[in-house]
């Protein structure tokens, strides 16, 4: 069964921080690239940080510079700290499994939650 738990959601005040967790199968994750999406209300979702199995990275510009993707190849666990939190983060936040292809695999969501 594939599975991809995320924790770490939450509510937060503009300008805070949250690390969210995903932990996974060594089958997905081995040798996988693994992303964060998320989809805020009334908007289609969206790709916001990537890294390949060997640790290279992407973002969307709307989080660059203050998201940072990173992976524990050990635990087979993803991360997504973030910082300088802003309300328009607010969203469901995703764990994918290889999310450039067909076959990617995702994860339940977590919310997180950023007060003005």
């Known amino acids: 069964q594939v599975q991809l738990v995320e924790s770490g959601g939450g509510l937060v005040q503009t300008g805070g921080s949250l690390n969210l967790s995903c932990v996974t199968s060594?089958?997905?994750?081995?040798?996988?690239?693994m992303g964060w999406y998320r989809q805020a209300p009334g908007k289609q979702r969206e790709l916001i940080a990537a890294?390949?199995?060997?640790?290279?990275?992407t973002y969307a510009s709307s989080v660059k510079g203050r998201f940072t993707i990173s992976r524990d190849n050990a635990k087979n666990t993803l991360y997504l700290q973030m910082n300088a939190l802003k309300p328009e983060d607010t969203a469901v936040y995703y764990c994918?499994?290889?999310?450039?292809?067909?076959?990617?695999?995702w994860g339940q969501g977590t919310q997180v939650t950023v007060s003005s």
């Open positions: 994918v499994a290889r999310p450039y292809y067909r076959d990617a695999s």
């Open positions: 060594g089958s997905l994750f081995s040798g996988n690239p």
């Open positions: 890294v390949t199995h060997d640790g290279s990275t």
